[in-house]
């Protein structure tokens, strides 16, 4: 009995003394040096694994290439010239079909409790890097599935003849032809380098799969813990043969939710922001920095064209010109992008300013459909991505304006979305009927553009959603590839898009930038041009007052001890 | 107390029975094949899949299949996820501990302010501060929590900057898992973060715990109030006023405890109501729980974590409600009488 | 002929009608009654009176904030959100979804509980037992969990969040029925007509129903804040109402993205919520109140 008069007396009391000693701990001095030594990077989603090589989702890429990895050469500066990485240098032959790189010898992989290294990187790891994409009976192809849809995309195994070792630190690409993409494609973010020393080790434990999900690489940062859906976190890797990274630990904080990324952002939880949302709010408020980059990407609206009605291109063209793409843009982008004619984007050398473009006509839309057999219209899906990205930030509100517009050509439009990863796969399974998507280039040659989005050997594995598969348009890309004549491959380029206008596999919307906010206090360059997003050379700045604050921290520390 | 604890038993096996066959059920009733949904082994081979139909014997009828499904759910077999092909059970083991710490504490600050709310208005009955309690009661009842927790992370962290809004801890703070009740783990580990550590795991905690104890504490109020109306009504208490003992004495020694004997009894109830509300919480909160985790397999459509998900969750329910019903009997005789299981 | 009442009858009410009187008495209570009247009248004429279109938005008047705001625009009363459309409008239609379907959940569950509760109530035995450990299952799930789970069986969608919510709540109505029968069973006014011969379904019908439909209503209205509350969570979850329909709770999960630039498009819904959740309760609350002074006078 006294015991719960006890209780009720003193509970107030508790609990106020409860308070104040969390309060008084908020500015903790350890707390503090531990908050100035790391960065808290609000991503948008979870990897699907930890090897790009396999993926070519920007969560993964932006989680994994310039964080836990290098490639052999880099591009570098407004410019983007190819520069070197883990190659120093490099020769081509005149004919193209020869390049010999010539790599470092004081590169270190990282070391983790399940991976002690034993030698610094030699070409044996390059060799196992790309004869992993290339050799179909190498012992590493199949793991996590055998697919590398980028390299397939663009038929880098048929490409590539073979690679050899010349010696310790030299290694030769022999080429079947001439490709004039061919260095652009091994600076993308897909091109890592593994470890063949921990491959073999692998291989003596018989635990293959791990290669892709417990990553030993070269880069700036090591994964020390993931948790799916949750958060990954990265040590620094001390011995980086650039120096280590300023911030000892970065940490993604991985927020789906678009809404909650910005309430972490507003509440200091996070320090770096990927695709934020409500940009005047981030540029009303002081403490924060609202930073864009151009991206060269597409945002587009594609039709799965191996499915009815979709394989008619009456239907894709008078649903295209149902679609009001002026207005998605001014509302789903803010005006802050730039309407798309076709695939390329206006920085892109290969641009045509004289491209056909689709425009918005509900009339002609109408009439179409129903010479093509539909005067009463029909019921289609449209997907929506769940995530945003430069060329699509809210693919879901893009959807419901469709919805609307195609209700006026008396078409009925069901939205689905799903989880992205879950998203992606069923889209590779073609259970769509149409989608929202983009397309975010890895390197400036505009083949990137037009091979991984649209050739035929893109659509049976790789990258093209829309299935679409013309021989004219493939062997018009070909012919560009063989030549290294700038206008000769402009033209044939030109002549590309003429005919994505004419067939509409997929409706192009708008070139965007990609943006990203900041605390103030975060500096060094994040954003990259290519691909994804690079930590090294991030630093946090400490605020003088909070040096003060330390001190007074380090008594109440005492006392509470 | 025998006989109690063996009713109470056999109807704690019979409902969890009843459960399980409800998940099991579920395998049928969700959309693609059994075996996969029980299994979730989504991308199989014929062998594999061969093999699965034989490990569940799905080719015998279907109470040996039922029984196939149960031995492999007392194995601590769930199957695999169908989105991230992991292992359910280690998923709900890293999980649940999340949601058992932030009800528990949602549970403990609804007790704790609703239960004396309900006893001052039941001892001011009728007069304006009962009906000022029961106004509030009634406001807090009716709004939605999705909405309060969303308008508590305006004010609080946003507006005010004072807790913070997502998560069960700072993700600086690197903190082994070891039993997945964050407080423990902390004061386990030999971080040298540790007591900061502490410190933040309770500021991320009572925001979401505050509006989930909401709902029920104004539950807590009624039931308080009620039964405290009931006890000083009772012959008991006039007796006690007779002897001339003082109010404070009459309520604080007599009255409270009574009470309360009454309201555990509805303890087991609330829980199972505080959990469904820390499920929606959990999502607004980005609280690492098994809600949050169960919300988003609907999304993925990932049947075979749903499945077990609700057994799991209904499982912890009704294990709380059985806790607290002994609690119930081993406070109160009268209630270990025959009346229960009818 | 005159039918002038020359005697000092003894006008004896229906219980329904002694409630009603109890009812009206509280002022708090009819207050809440005329909320839930006015939010019946917007729901079934909702779809005729919106000012403007719910689903098709005016993309030259996108997050216009509501029209007491310097920026408003009288014309927008509520101001529209990301697609131009008029909030007012959405949250009118809205009334018919998420308050009008509670109303269907209601009904649904109220006259299967009450059917099976009734004749559960004359079962005995194993039978009855066996019924009573189930519905103790059943009960002890919370509702949204099992709605939930409902849902994701049948695909997320406005019909199968009705049916799911009206499925979670049929054994509360026969649980409540079963109890409330039973006890009327042991009256001795039921002994009285049994006695004159009434077969069991003839007891039910005229004698038991008459005096357990407040209990029943009282527990419909604690039922229908409950099923607002369901649908709107189902919405918000994204499992409920789908893209574009306005149900509160899928408008306020749709707001969530501009919270910060349009929190009109979040704090409207939620408040659209809470009132239609607290005219319900008022209105339980009067009825509960007008009951117990019933039952003391």
Excluded at chain 1, 150 to 171: A, G, H, M, R
């Amino acid at each position: 009995m006294a015991e719960f008069t006890m209780n009720y007396n003193y509970l107030p009391s508790l609990a106020i003394a409860t308070f104040v000693y969390l309060l008084s701990g908020c500015n903790e001095s350890n707390k503090l040096s531990l908050n100035e030594r790391s960065i808290i990077y609000c991503s948008e989603g979870s990897p699907e694994t930890f090897n790009p090589q396999l993926s070519i989702s920007g969560t993964t890429t932006d989680a994994t290439s310039k964080q836990i990895y290098n490639s052999l050469i880099v591009y570098q500066g407004k410019n983007n010239i190819l520069a070197p990485s883990l190659a120093k240098s490099w020769h081509v032959t005149r004919d193209g079909k020869k390049i010999t790189f010539y790599l470092r010898q004081d590169v270190r992989f990282h070391q983790m409790p399940y991976f002690t290294p034993t030698r610094l990187f030699n070409a044996d790891d390059v060799l196992f890097s790309f004869n992993r994409i290339i050799d179909k009976n190498h012992s590493f192809h199949q793991v996590s599935g055998g697919q590398y849809p980028f390299f397939d995309s663009v038929k880098f195994s048929e490409l590539v003849d073979k690679v050899e070792k010349i010696n310790d630190f030299t290694i030769r690409f022999t080429l079947k032809r001439n490709d004039s993409s061919f260095l652009a494609n091994l600076a993308t973010d897909y091109a890592v380098i593994l470890s063949q020393e921990y491959g073999q080790k692998l291989i003596a434990n018989n635990a293959k799969h791990d290669i892709d999900l417990f990553p030993i690489g070269t880069g700036p940062f090591k994964v020390k813990d993931y948790r799916v859906g949750s958060l990954i976190r990265f040590y620094r890797h001390d011995d980086y043969w650039q120096g280590k990274a300023k911030i000892e630990q970065l940490v993604y904080n991985i927020s789906p939710s678009k809404t909650s990324r910005l309430t972490k952002l507003l509440a200091k939880e996070c320090d770096v922001s990927s695709y934020p949302i409500a940009h005047k709010k981030i540029i009303e408020r002081s403490d924060l920095i609202l930073e864009s980059i151009t991206s060269l990407n597409v945002g587009y609206f594609g039709f799965n064209t191996k499915k009815a009605p979709f394989n008619n291109k009456q239907v894709r063209q008078a649903i295209s010109m149902g679609i009001n793409k002026q207005a998605l843009i001014e509302t789903v982008y803010q005006g802050k992008s730039v309407r798309a004619k076709s695939i390329l984007p206006k920085i892109s050398w290969a641009y045509n300013d004289k491209t056909p473009e689709l425009t918005y006509d509900p009339v002609r839309a109408k009439t179409l459909l129903a010479t093509a057999g539909y005067p009463h219209g029909f019921t289609m899906d449209i997907w929506a991505m769940p995530v945003p990205r430069a060329y699509n930030p809210n693919a879901v509100t893009m959807a419901k304006l469709i919805q609307a517009d195609l209700k006026k050509i008396g078409v009925t439009v069901k939205i689905i979305s799903y989880e992205w990863s879950t998203f992606l796969r069923r889209l590779s399974q073609g259970e769509h009927q149409t989608f929202l998507l983009g397309w975010t280039a890895d390197h400036p040659d505009p083949d990137n553009f037009f091979t991984p989005m649209l050739s035929c050997s893109s659509s049976e594995k790789g990258s093209n959603r829309t299935f679409w598969c013309n021989k004219e348009f493939d062997q018009l890309l070909n012919k560009a590839l063989k030549t290294t004549n700038m206008s000769k491959r402009k033209n044939y380029y030109a002549q590309a898009m003429k005919i994505i206008y004419e067939e509409v596999p997929l409706l192009p919307i708008a070139h965007s930038r990609r943006f990203q906010a900041r605390g103030i206090d975060i500096e060094g360059d994040i954003l990259e041009h290519f691909g994804g997003i690079n930590f090294y050379h991030v630093t946090k700045k400490i605020a003088i007052n909070d040096i003060k604050v330390t001190g007074q921290a380090e008594n109440i520390n005492k006392v509470n001890n | 107390m025998l006989t109690f604890t063996l009713r109470r038993l056999s109807l704690f096996i019979f409902t969890l029975l009843v459960l399980t066959l409800l998940s099991f059920s579920l395998g049928f009733l969700f959309p693609g094949d059994t075996v996969i949904n029980h299994s979730g082994q989504i991308n199989t081979t014929a062998a594999e899949l061969a093999h699965l139909n034989k490990v569940y014997h799905m080719d015998e009828n279907i109470f040996s299949q039922y029984g196939a499904y149960l031995s492999h759910i007392f194995n601590g077999n769930f199957g695999q996820s169908m989105a991230s092909q992991s292992p359910i059970s280690h998923e709900i083991i890293t999980l649940l501990p999340a949601t058992i710490e932030l009800s528990l504490v949602a549970l403990l600050i609804a007790m704790s302010v609703g239960i004396p709310l309900g006893f001052i208005a039941a001892i001011n009955h009728n007069k304006a501060s009962d009906n000022v309690i029961l106004s509030l009661a009634m406001l807090g009842y009716s709004i939605p929590v999705f909405w309060l927790g969303l308008l508590a992370i305006l004010f609080f962290s946003i507006g005010l900057g004072w807790l913070p809004s997502a998560g069960q801890i700072s993700l600086l703070f690197e903190i082994e898992f070891v039993t997945g009740i964050q407080f423990i783990d902390i004061l386990l580990s030999d971080s040298p973060y540790k007591w900061q550590a502490f410190r933040d795991a309770s500021t991320h905690i009572i925001l979401p715990a505050c509006v989930i104890a909401v709902a029920p504490a104004t539950i807590f109020i009624r039931l308080s109030r009620t039964a405290m109306i009931e006890v000083l009504a009772a012959s008991y208490i006039r007796a006690a006023r007779a002897k001339g003992l003082s109010f404070s004495q009459i309520i604080f020694r007599h009255a409270i405890r009574n009470a309360l004997i009454k309201i555990i009894r509805h303890v087991g109830l609330q829980f199972a109501n505080l959990v469904t509300i820390a499920m929606v919480t959990e999502v607004i909160f980005s609280w690492p729980g098994i809600g949050r985790w169960l919300i988003e397999s609907i999304y993925h459509r990932d049947y075979t974590a749903i499945q077990s998900g609700l057994l799991v969750l209904s499982c912890f329910i009704i294990s709380m409600h059985l806790f607290i019903h002994f609690i119930y009997a081993a406070l109160n005789p009268l209630a270990r009488g025959n009346k229960y299981g009818s | 002929m005159a039918r002038d009442k020359i005697y000092l009858e003894e006008v004896f009410p229906s219980p329904f009608m002694q409630l009603w009187s109890g009812f009206r008495k509280t002022p708090v209570a009819m207050l809440g009654f005329y909320c839930f009247m006015f939010l019946v009248v917007l729901a079934i004429f909702s779809p005729i009176i919106v000012p403007y279109n719910p689903i098709d938005g005016n993309l030259d008047m996108i997050l216009l904030p509501p029209s007491w705001h310097e920026d408003g625009d009288v014309s927008y009363l509520l101001g529209t959100d990301e697609l131009g459309r008029d909030m007012l409008s959405r949250l009118m239609y809205g009334t018919s979804l998420t308050f009008g379907l509670s109303f269907v959940v209601v009904i649904v569950s109220l006259v299967i509980g009450v059917v099976i509760g009734s004749l559960s109530a004359l079962t005995k035995g194993i039978k009855s037992s066996f019924l009573n450990h189930c519905l103790d299952v059943i009960l002890s799930i919370p509702s949204l969990l099992l709605a939930i789970i409902i849902v994701a069986i049948l695909g997320p969608g406005i019909s199968n969040t009705v049916l799911a919510v009206a499925i979670v709540f049929i054994p509360q109505f026969i649980h409540i029925t079963r109890y409330a029968v039973k006890e009327e069973f042991r009256k001795d006014y039921v002994l009285a007509s049994r006695l004159d011969g009434a077969s069991n379904f003839r007891i039910l019908y005229y004698s038991i129903f008459p005096n357990i439909v407040e209990r029943l209503m009282s527990q419909a209205t604690l039922v229908q804040s409950a099923a607002i509350l369901d649908i709107a969570t189902l919405g918000f979850l994204g499992l409920g109402a789908q893209i574009p329909l306005p149900e509160w709770g899928a408008i306020l999960a749709n707001g969530l993205e501009r919270f910060y630039i349009a929190p009109w498009t979040v704090y409207l819904p939620g408040l659209a919520i809470l009132f239609a959740v607290v005219a319900t309760n008022l209105v339980g609350e009067g009825i509960r109140h007008a009951l117990k002074l019933r039952k003391e006078s």
